[in-house]
């Protein structure tokens, strides 16, 4: 997936979970929240997380933008963009999907990356899913009992993708207040490379607690802010620009030469 994007990318982290859920959905405020440039729109730090999972998962199959916003409008729809363990009947995960109907197990369709490929699986064979209304495309896939009720987040979902995937620097920006370290710095750091290595390419780590990307660019450090909160980064760094849990994304001058990940020491 990450051979998409020519540069490297160094990001730094630590290591536990995230969360995240717009504030019109009347969910209590968290510690962190996350920011799209130039829009109001605001996200809990897990729903960015499995947004932005939604979004490198569709880019890993060549998608365009457009199936990262139907997924991004359906998932707000099914779950408001959390990985739920209940639902209607036996409905579970990011877009509720049923075991009975032959989606997967429990425990696979309450993993985001698998849940995400299993409703591409479905778009992708909608005659003219590319260009129809999206709340017909992804009722296609769905089969909801409230076929209209996902046109409704068009245009949350065409704003999100747009950050997600966008090769602009600092297009979306994440805060939250990271915990002490916790366990030794390389365990943590393999953990981290691990679901970099699933979801956003090619991971290396460094001394230190720095995991480095290779080949990735905007899409993967964008990436990296959003899961900041479950893997605990404390910083990352793209070209010119570090972002920090506290302060998000500054431009610093001076060219990191990779995608850097540096976790909590």
């Known amino acids: 997936m990450a051979g998409l994007w020519a540069p490297l990318l160094v990001v730094?982290?630590?290591?536990?979970?995230?969360?995240?859920?717009?504030?019109?959905?009347?969910?209590?405020?968290?510690?962190?929240?996350?920011?799209?440039?130039?829009?109001?729109?605001?996200?809990?730090?897990?729903?960015?997380?499995?947004?932005?999972?939604?979004?490198?998962?569709?880019?890993?199959?060549?998608?365009?933008?457009?199936?990262?916003?139907?997924?991004?409008?359906?998932?707000?729809?099914e779950s408001r963009l959390r990985n739920l363990d209940y639902g209607d009947r036996d409905s579970l995960?990011?877009?509720?999907?049923r075991p009975s109907q032959g989606w997967g197990t429990?425990?696979?369709?309450?993993?985001?990356?698998?849940?995400?490929g299993k409703f591409l699986d479905g778009l992708v064979e909608v005659p003219g899913w590319e260009t129809g209304r999206l709340t017909e495309v992804a009722q296609a896939v769905q089969r909801s009992g409230f076929p209209e009720a996902y046109q409704q987040w068009e245009e949350m979902g065409t704003v999100l993708a747009g950050a997600l995937l966008s090769g602009a620097p600092a297009a979306l920006s994440c805060t939250y207040r990271p915990p002490d370290a916790d366990g030794p710095v390389d365990a943590r750091a393999a953990a981290v490379a691990d679901v970099v290595r699933r979801e956003a390419g090619s991971p290396t780590v460094l001394d230190g607690g720095v995991v480095s990307v290779a080949a990735g660019g905007w899409p993967e450090a964008t990436w990296a802010v959003a899961h900041a909160r479950n893997l605990q980064l404390t910083q990352v760094r793209f070209a010119d620009w570090t972002w920090t849990p506290a302060e998000g994304w500054a431009q610093t001058g001076t060219d990191a030469g990779a995608l850097l990940l540096q976790l909590a020491v």
């Open 106 to 116: 429990p425990e696979q369709v309450q993993d985001p990356v698998y849940a995400t």
């Open 93 to 97: 995960g990011l877009f509720q999907q």
């Open 12 to 77: 730094v982290v630590a290591v536990v979970g995230l969360s995240w859920d717009t504030d019109s959905q009347g969910v209590p405020p968290v510690a962190g929240r996350c920011t799209v440039a130039g829009s109001p729109l605001t996200l809990t730090n897990e729903q960015a997380a499995n947004a932005a999972t939604i979004a490198a998962v569709a880019r890993s199959r060549g998608l365009p933008e457009r199936a990262t916003t139907i997924a991004l409008a359906t998932a707000q729809q």
